[in-house]
């Protein structure tokens, strides 16, 4: 097993409310994998997005292909999509999901100049996937500005939100468009 936190050493983490608002950490204040065998199976999906924002010069580049490091939109969708599988190796207390369906949609904005991703994450399991669809938008976006630092390293990684989650005992959440 892994070293003892200073929480599990004895020094406890304060209870914030009588119930303990923060569902990781028990009473005496140990981090712990929220039991979610209780809850019914059903499917859920989350939906995130964020951008990523670039000189035009960079842009231009990478909208006619002609970054050195090759083709980046689909190199950041596969990003994406191999990130939200590994969620639970990335964030400590996430649960493994068996994900039935992912997607990260790339798409060019000239507007910004620059890139926005989407992540939109399946499952049919005891728990949500806004984690997975957050981690994939992060490391789609990460992918971007590490294929295309060589020429900008001023880009910017911005507005990465949970757009929506459906499905599970807490109901749907329509987030900020």
Do not use: W
């Amino acid at each position: 097993m892994s070293s003892p936190s200073s929480a599990d050493a004895g020094t406890p983490v304060p209870d914030p409310s009588p119930a303990s608002a923060l569902s990781h950490v028990d009473r005496a204040g140990r981090f712990h994998m929220v039991d979610v065998g209780d809850k019914p199976i059903s499917v859920r999906t989350a939906v995130a997005r964020g951008a990523i924002s670039m000189a035009l010069e960079t842009f231009k580049l990478l909208q006619g292909n002609n970054l050195k490091k090759g083709d980046v939109i689909p190199v950041a969708r596969l990003a994406g999509i191999q990130a939200a599988k590994r969620t639970a190796d990335l964030i400590p207390l996430c649960h493994p999901l068996p994900l039935s369906g992912i997607e990260v949609r790339v798409s060019l904005d000239e507007s910004l100049p620059g890139c926005r991703v989407e992540g939109l994450v399946k499952t049919t399991s005891q728990t949500g996937v806004e984690m997975e669809a957050l981690t994939a938008v992060s490391v789609a976006l990460l992918t971007i500005y590490d294929m295309a630092k060589a020429v900008d390293r001023t880009m910017v990684i911005s507005d990465i939100v949970l757009r929506e989650k459906r499905g599970g005992t807490t109901g749907d959440f329509i987030g900020r468009p």
